[in-house]
């Protein structure tokens, strides 16, 4: 899909910066650890299963956060998370492609680069065991999850909308995040998972994403049909392995 101009300036800002980076020459081959696996073994371990966050800055945060991402990775592992998300956009988000290696290196679980990817070739960047498609922009969703399943990638695409949840779907997303952040306001709303969620097929794995900072929070992601919930900035605000903890238990 396009993305029209009424998107937030930051957001519009983000896709010219994603559209202008080199792409690699190298072909990426994965042979990725599961997220479902590893959601169904926190679910049977009788934890929350919580994606964590090792995002430096963002620009709906303040300040960025300069500790070794390695060492952040192992305390989100050590506080009970499932899988970690990894941001690689450089600009906006402070993250790198070497950041991914380096945790993914570091932890044995699942770990997705986030990431705004709008060609084949950004694929070939950096191995990851899943990698971030967000529907609304895309034009050819399809051809991408396909070609990132070629390469061993599982998929996670990201939708806002049961609109977008149909184009997801369609182009046959099996892992489907529902982020509560409207790009067009930049303004969070747990409704929207509520909103989105009971459309969602029986057999996707389904994530809810941003805006779950309590374990309030947690538990109603969960109650609405949460798979797993993605977690930035409440994990990154302080003790991250006590942060983690206390998402996990909800």
């Not at 009970?80 to 679980?109: I, K, Q, W």
């Not at 050819?140 to 977008?164: I, K, W």
């Not at 099996?174 to 982020?179: A, K, P, Q, S």
Request: charged share 30%; proline share 5%.
């Amino acid at each position: 899909m396009n993305a029209g101009d009424e998107l937030a300036p930051a957001v519009q800002s983000i896709l010219r910066d994603a559209r202008n980076r080199d792409t690699p020459d190298e072909h990426v081959s994965v042979d990725a650890r599961s997220l479902p696996e590893a959601i169904a073994h926190a679910e049977a371990d009788g934890r929350v299963p919580v994606i964590a966050e090792i995002k430096p800055t963002s620009p709906t945060t303040d300040g960025n956060r300069s500790d070794d991402p390695v060492e952040l990775a192992e305390g989100m592992v050590e506080g009970g998370a499932t899988a970690l998300s990894v941001l690689t956009e450089p600009t906006h988000f402070g993250g790198s492609a070497e950041t991914l290696r380096r945790v993914r290196e570091a932890v044995d679980v699942p770990v997705l680069r986030k990431d705004f990817i709008v060609e084949e070739a950004q694929f070939d960047t950096v191995a990851a065991d899943l990698v971030l498609l967000i529907a609304r922009f895309v034009d050819d969703l399809e051809r991408l999850v396909t070609s990132a399943r070629d390469r061993g990638f599982q998929v996670l695409v990201e939708v806002h909308t049961s609109d977008e949840l149909k184009i997801a779907v369609d182009a046959g997303a099996d892992i489907v995040g529902v982020n509560n952040r409207d790009l067009t306001e930049l303004t969070v709303d747990l409704d929207t998972f509520e909103t989105v969620a009971p459309d969602v097929p029986n057999d996707v794995t389904l994530v809810a994403e941003s805006g779950i900072t309590t374990p309030d929070d947690a538990r109603r992601m969960r109650e609405a049909g949460a798979d797993a919930l993605l977690v930035g900035s409440a994990i990154m605000d302080g003790d991250v392995a006590e942060n983690t903890r206390r998402l996990v238990s909800a």
